[in-house]
């Protein structure tokens, strides 16, 4: 074999054993940095303030990253994302996953519908969907309140992260009526309005909705080489511990801005917002289904007691985001709820503005800017339950 030839295959064979020993040494800190992941705690001050929540949650998606890259989120028909069917995710006292039918729920949907089951489904987006545990989410208090004096009750929790009305209304006549709903309570308002204020909105669309549809269709519907070669490359990419590390570092930045400095909450996008419930409204009537449409609550309206820690919140948007966020939600936020209580209400659905709900809380409600801590979870999933057993259950 001539000399250069031999110079090369050396150079290679030491080029795998050095990428080898960093893709193992790279194995080994990733198992420290999970086991020193510290646990989430048990509410919103155990994080110290909003700053201390985020670089948790960084800490908490990186570690993720190494546990399950391929993530826990589909591309899919009509609602374009969705939530991955049979995913779990544990560390620590974190405890997510989904079952088969990609809802977040403790167990399988059973089809046909057992005899004597009053099967309830709760829609919205990340809110609904919870965060961190079980028992971070509406969906937990609600089944519990109700199984008290119902235990034939059955609460699903189709909460998916980013989900608008647009989609929530796709979900809920490509999935959710073909598996037999007694009730479907609908808690959403804020990512419609939200997204308005971005510069790439568009009517009836989330701002990320055009780049997820364009992803989908060149996976699905227009495949090219070039791009299936590109999305393994990605999941080959992400399985690599040392690949992973090095993406990591060579596009660390801080944390992005969540709102713009002149946030401006769009009228079409209230005006959609309420079609689109009128539309889930005619549409459960037209089935025979029974409904609940309700406007959630968010931080900035109708909680003149913050805690300390809403307080960090709400100085993290003005100080350091710059934004007038809040001053739009106490402009808007009112005007919408009355709106959707406004919709007439019929012998099957009836709309609710929830948005002064936590009035009386003078703990903390809010973990971010629109999430909830589980005391707020567990009023909201309380007051659907009295909802549920007075005008439903109650009259069946």
Not at 292 to 310: N, R
Request: charge should be neutral; glycine fraction near 8%; charged fraction near 25%.
């Amino acid at each position: 074999m001539p000399l250069i030839f031999k110079k090369i295959l050396l150079s290679v064979v030491s080029l795998t054993i050095l990428v080898g020993v960093c893709e193992v040494s790279s194995r080994f800190y990733e198992r420290k940095e999970i086991r020193d992941f510290p646990p989430a705690p048990d509410n919103a001050e155990g994080f110290g303030d909003f700053k201390g929540l985020l670089r948790w949650v960084g800490d908490l998606g990186r570690v993720q990253g190494y546990i399950v890259p391929e993530g826990g989120v589909d591309y899919l028909p009509y609602t374009i994302t969705g939530l991955k069917p049979s995913f779990p995710f544990h560390i620590k006292n974190v405890d997510y996953r989904t079952n088969a039918q990609g809802f977040r729920h403790e167990g399988e949907i059973v089809m046909p519908k057992p005899a004597g089951a009053f099967r309830i489904f709760l829609l919205g987006g990340s809110t609904v969907q919870g965060i961190f545990n079980h028992q971070w989410t509406i969906s937990y208090y609600l089944d519990r309140a109700l199984k008290a004096n119902h235990p034939n009750v059955e609460v699903i929790n189709a909460g998916v992260v980013g989900y608008r009305s647009q989609s929530e209304m796709a979900l809920l006549t490509t999935k959710i009526l073909d598996m037999d709903p007694d009730l479907v309570v609908v808690l959403d308002g804020r990512n419609d309005l939200y997204y308005s204020i971005l510069p790439t909105w568009r009517n009836r669309e989330g701002a990320d909705y055009l780049a997820e549809k364009t992803i989908l269709d060149n996976l699905v519907n227009y495949p090219s080489e070039v791009q299936i070669s590109k999305y393994a490359a990605k999941v080959f990419l992400k399985r690599s511990s040392l690949a992973t590390r090095i993406i990591n570092l060579t596009h660390r930045s801080g944390a992005s801005s969540t709102y713009p400095p002149d946030a401006k909450i769009k009228d079409e996008a209230v005006k959609t917002y309420l079609g689109n419930l009128a539309i889930m409204k005619a549409i459960l009537e037209s089935r025979g289904i029974r409904g609940i449409l309700a406007f959630q609550p968010t931080l900035g309206y109708c909680k003149d007691d913050t805690s300390d820690y809403e307080k960090s919140v709400i100085s993290y948007l003005v100080e350091v985001e710059k934004s007038n966020w809040l001053d739009e939600v106490r402009s808007k936020w009112k005007e919408v709820g009355e709106r959707v209580d406004g919709i007439p209400d019929s012998s099957l659905v009836e709309t609710h503005d929830l948005t002064c709900l936590f009035s009386d809380m003078k703990e903390t409600a809010y973990i971010d800017s629109v999430h909830y801590v589980p005391k707020s979870s567990q009023v909201l999933g309380e007051r659907f339950a009295q909802i549920v057993e007075s005008q439903f259950l109650t009259r069946k």
